[in-house]
């Protein structure tokens, strides 16, 4: 009876022993007598004992490994570290099995002859400004040699960029060196502008200025026109309303020597006074050409 209860134990730690879970996103090749027997995925397996063998237990996920700086040479004669970082998927567990010895080690050199390879084609300037062609080159040139090793490179990036200490400071010179000259020519610019507007606000303010004189001027000279229109307006129509009262030559007598009260009170320097004082005709004429004198002698001394 003890032997029974042994023996089912037995037997039930070597089923327990061949079973096998393989969890998502995993593989498992299993070997049988020494040779490779199938490729196990997700799910509920059993081996048989001491028959078939799990050799190699793999991740189907995206794997990414940052390798250590590299020297490389540029073909300006250059030597700079550049560290890269690779992000690669085993598509066929059986080939990465049996492909290659080591494969992390194998993608780790290939990457390192490839990147010398891509770099010694180039100068100092297009390795540190062509990132983008580097990774692409890269990428295709890996992804094709691992493929006999059932590996996918999707991606290649380089991710450090390490030129030499003196390098670097030739460098740093050369970019502050540009970043002042980058200043006085904004300096520059701006002092121009600075000047365009302001000579341009000196131009409208003298046009304006100028404008406001003429048409102050105007203003005035349309002033002493309407005035002396007025004045006119003023004569006429006394001289309109003295024909249409038919005025007698009393009147015109009265108006006589009230024009030559006015000469007197002027500025006039001659006054002449006719002998027949009852002559209306006379008179007029006579205080009319002392009172264009009068005018003149205004206007004269206007000038002056």
């Given at each position: 009876?003890?032997?029974?209860?042994?023996?089912l134990?037995?037997?039930?730690?070597?089923?327990?022993?061949?079973?096998?879970?393989?969890?998502?996103?995993?593989?498992?090749?299993?070997?049988?007598?020494?040779?490779?027997?199938?490729?196990?995925?997700?799910?509920?397996?059993?081996?048989?004992p001491?028959?078939?063998?799990?050799?190699?237990?793999l991740?189907?996920?995206?794997?990414?490994?940052?390798?250590?700086?590299?020297?490389?040479?540029?073909k300006?004669?250059?030597?700079?570290?550049?560290?890269?970082?690779?992000?690669?998927?085993?598509?066929?567990?059986?080939?990465?099995?049996?492909?290659?010895?080591?494969?992390?080690?194998?993608?780790?050199?290939?990457?390192?002859?490839t990147?010398?390879n891509?770099?010694?084609?180039?100068?100092?300037?297009?390795?540190?400004?062509?990132?983008?062609?580097?990774?692409?080159?890269?990428?295709?040139?890996?992804?094709?040699?691992?493929?006999?090793?059932?590996?996918k490179?999707?991606?290649?990036?380089?991710?450090?960029?390490?030129?030499?200490?003196?390098?670097?400071?030739?460098?740093?010179?050369?970019?502050?060196?540009?970043?002042?000259?980058?200043?006085k020519?904004?300096?520059?610019?701006?002092?121009k502008?600075?000047?365009?507007?302001i000579?341009?606000?000196?131009?409208?303010?003298?046009i304006?200025?100028?404008?406001?004189?003429?048409?102050a001027?105007?203003?005035?000279?349309?002033?002493?026109?309407?005035?002396?229109?007025?004045?006119?307006?003023?004569?006429?129509?006394?001289?309109?309303?003295?024909?249409?009262a038919?005025?007698?030559?009393?009147?015109?007598?009265?108006?006589?020597?009230?024009?030559?009260?006015?000469?007197?009170?002027?500025?006039?320097?001659?006054?002449?006074?006719?002998?027949?004082?009852?002559?209306?005709?006379?008179?007029?004429?006579?205080?009319?050409?002392?009172?264009?004198?009068?005018?003149?002698?205004?206007?004269?001394?206007?000038?002056?």
């Amino acid at each position: 009876m003890g032997f029974f209860i042994v023996l089912l134990i037995i037997v039930g730690l070597l089923i327990f022993a061949c079973v096998r879970v393989v969890p998502q996103a995993e593989a498992y090749v299993v070997e049988r007598v020494g040779s490779y027997f199938e490729t196990w995925g997700n799910g509920l397996h059993i081996k048989v004992p001491f028959i078939d063998r799990v050799a190699n237990r793999l991740t189907l996920k995206e794997i990414v490994k940052d390798f250590v700086p590299q020297p490389v040479i540029t073909k300006d004669n250059v030597t700079m570290q550049i560290d890269t970082v690779v992000y690669y998927q085993i598509t066929d567990p059986k080939l990465y099995t049996y492909g290659v010895e080591n494969p992390l080690t194998a993608i780790e050199n290939l990457t390192a002859t490839t990147l010398r390879n891509i770099i010694g084609e180039l100068e100092l300037d297009q390795t540190l400004t062509s990132r983008d062609i580097i990774n692409a080159k890269m990428r295709s040139i890996l992804d094709e040699a691992t493929d006999p090793w059932g590996i996918k490179v999707n991606r290649v990036e380089v991710k450090n960029i390490i030129p030499p200490r003196d390098i670097q400071e030739a460098m740093e010179k050369q970019m502050r060196a540009e970043r002042e000259r980058r200043e006085k020519i904004l300096q520059a610019e701006g002092e121009k502008k600075s000047s365009i507007l302001i000579a341009e606000g000196e131009k409208e303010s003298a046009i304006l200025r100028a404008e406001a004189s003429r048409e102050a001027q105007i203003r005035v000279a349309e002033g002493e026109a309407e005035a002396m229109l007025k004045i006119k307006q003023a004569e006429a129509e006394g001289i309109k309303l003295l024909r249409e009262a038919k005025a007698d030559k009393s009147v015109l007598t009265l108006k006589s020597f009230e024009a030559l009260g006015k000469v007197a009170d002027g500025n006039a320097t001659k006054i002449i006074i006719p002998s027949n004082l009852q002559n209306v005709a006379a008179l007029a004429t006579t205080v009319e050409e002392m009172f264009k004198e009068v005018k003149t002698d205004n206007s004269t001394n206007t000038n002056k």
